[in-house]
């Protein structure tokens, strides 16, 4: 059984450009989590989405960022005219059910965006 | 309002040292569930315990070990006899488990464990 995948794991972008971060769940999973973590902070969450909907989206930054996970293929989140504070480690969660006791949160190996 | 606070930004210990990783969480839920997660230099995170609310049993898996205490709204992580391959970032982080529940992690700043041979 495949883990969460992320991809690219690294991405360097120039101020200006889109970032599109790519996230393929574990077999079976239908919730998706992405959660953004700072140079020597903790993770924050950012997005949580269901296949076709975005269920909570309270951490996301207002502009410049959005976040999809489709019908067919893996959810994405997008950062357009990125900005050097955008340079993070981005981390996606997969989960089998909704919130509970019983559907833990898995996490992929992230994806490290550097803005130059 | 949620919040997971770790006071220990730094702990350096000798190989075979005891070390305690403080945890402090704030929640209104009655249900809620904490959790601790394990960051080694190569960035991935590594999921070590969730704990429900409810139950406040200890646990004890192999030389790792936690002490949850409602009355303080503490949830410790214990590493007996530490081994150089514990150095990592620690995450403890905390999920209300009510009806408007979305299951996001609220995760504390998380704890960097040096364990020198």
């Known amino acids: 059984n495949a883990g969460v995948m992320q991809n690219p794991r690294h991405l360097v972008r120039r101020r200006g450009q889109e970032a599109r971060l790519r996230c393929s769940p574990m077999?079976?999973?239908?919730?998706v989590y992405w959660y953004r973590q700072l140079p020597e902070e903790g993770l924050k969450f950012m997005v949580y989405?269901?296949?076709?909907?975005?269920?909570?989206e309270s951490g996301m930054p207002k502009e410049r960022f959005s976040a999809e996970f489709p019908k067919e293929g893996p959810s994405i989140l997008r950062i357009q005219q990125v900005v050097r504070g955008d340079s993070a480690a981005y981390f996606c969660?997969?989960?089998?059910?909704?919130?509970?006791?019983?559907?833990?949160?898995?996490f992929g190996p992230g994806t490290r965006l550097t803005v130059l | 309002a949620q919040k997971v606070t770790q006071a220990q930004t730094e702990i350096s210990v000798v190989e075979k040292e005891d070390v305690t990783l403080d945890c402090v969480y704030e929640?209104?839920?009655?249900?809620?569930?904490l959790f601790w997660y394990k960051q080694p230099p190569s960035g991935e995170l590594v999921f070590l315990i969730r704990?429900?609310?409810?139950?406040?049993q200890n646990e004890i898996s192999g030389r790792y070990s936690w002490n949850f205490q409602k009355s303080t709204s503490s949830f410790n992580f214990t590493i007996t006899a530490s081994q150089v391959v514990d150095s990592a970032v620690y995450f403890c982080?905390?999920?209300?488990?009510?009806?408007?529940?979305?299951?996001?992690?609220?995760f504390g700043q998380g704890t960097t464990l040096q364990v020198k041979p």
């Open positions: 969660a997969s989960s089998g059910g909704p919130p509970g006791p019983y559907n833990e949160q898995f």
């Open positions: 989405l269901q296949k076709e909907n975005i269920i909570d």
């Open positions: 704990r429900n609310s409810f139950d406040e």
């Open positions: 982080a905390l999920s209300n488990g009510g009806s408007s529940n979305t299951g996001k992690l609220i």
């Open positions: 929640t209104r839920d009655t249900t809620y569930y």
């Open positions: 077999k079976g999973h239908s919730h």
